[in-house]
Nanobody, 128 residues
């Protein structure tokens, strides 16, 4: 069974940057669509970005141009580079692995049920 562990969260001022990492361990490590989700207090979990096995990416409109998702399947690590952070980016960030799909369809950002393996999350707090 694969486990996911996020790291890299923290507190920054608006305009700052953070880089999140998600390390996968366990077997079997079948290459699948991976994604980052976030959840702010009192709000539903929302998809931030996905990356498929060929490097195809999809982003939430509000982070497009500021965030970059990438993956290194040799190191079994998923990344999220976050630049020009805004207070509305505050939340707990989770990485997730799709149930079976190697490629990420556009609706995956809106449907967390497409993902069956989740990390514990890492907190990101952006102050104004």
């Amino acid at each position: 069974q694969v486990q996911l562990v996020e790291s890299g969260g923290g507190s920054v001022q608006a305009g700052g940057s953070l880089r999140l990492s998600c390390a996968a361990s366990g077997y079997p490590y079948n290459r699948r669509c991976m994604g980052w989700f976030r959840q702010a207090p009192g709000k539903q979990r929302e998809g931030v970005a996905t990356a498929d096995i060929d490097g195809g990416t999809v982003y939430l409109d509000s982070v497009e141009g500021r965030f970059t998702i990438s993956r290194d399947d040799v190191q079994r690590t998923l990344y999220l580079q976050m630049n020009n952070l805004k207070p509305e980016d505050t939340g707990k960030y989770y990485c997730a692995r799709a149930r079976s799909a190697p490629y990420c369809y556009s609706w995956f950002l809106r449907d967390p049920k497409e993902f069956d393996t989740w990390g514990q999350g890492t907190q990101v707090t952006v102050s104004s």
